[in-house]
């Protein structure tokens, strides 16, 4: 079912400013950056081992991100697991009793395909299950 940790995604108010950590005191390498007009954010990936840090930063007020970061600041905001046949997963999760944010799968950044847990099913933690189609890791 879950294949690994994919990425763990990390609220920031600004790449510019946070990425050095990441890349000069850290020393972990910069994939990429690509922003995703869906979803109101510019994201980071970040390669640490076989799992990426994904750096999230808001375009605008009313992302999901930029209300995260008011509410709670910046930090860690979700936790992603590789999975293979989202679809089934996502009707897996439904029938163990997990409330889905998302019922369909939806485009990511990466071009995966993803679908978020809500975090009052899974003890405060949101969990994205995460399917990268003909794409190693």
């Known amino acids: 079912m879950i294949k ?3 990425h763990i995604g990390i609220a920031v108010k600004s790449l510019e400013k946070t990425l050095s950590f990441y ?10 950056i690509e922003e995703v007009d869906t979803q109101k954010v510019r994201v980071a990936f970040l390669q640490a081992g076989s799992t990426k840090l994904e750096l999230l930063e808001p375009t ?11 509410k ?8 992603a697991l590789g999975v293979d046949s989202i679809e089934e997963r996502i009707r897996e999760m439904k029938e163990k009793g997990i409330r889905m944010i998302d019922e369909q799968p939806r485009a990511g950044a990466g071009g995966a395909n993803i ?3 809500h975090p009052k099913s899974t003890s405060g933690i949101l969990f994205e ?3 990268k189609k003909g794409m190693k890791g």
């Open 4 to 6: 690994k940790v994919d």
């Open 115 to 117: 679908a978020f847990m």
């Open 129 to 131: 299950l995460c399917e």
């Open 23 to 32: 890349t000069d005191v850290l020393n972990l390498p910069l994939v990429g």
């Open 60 to 70: 605008s007020e009313e992302s999901t991100i930029a209300k995260f970061i008011e």
């Open 72 to 79: 709670r600041g910046e930090g860690i905001h979700h936790v």
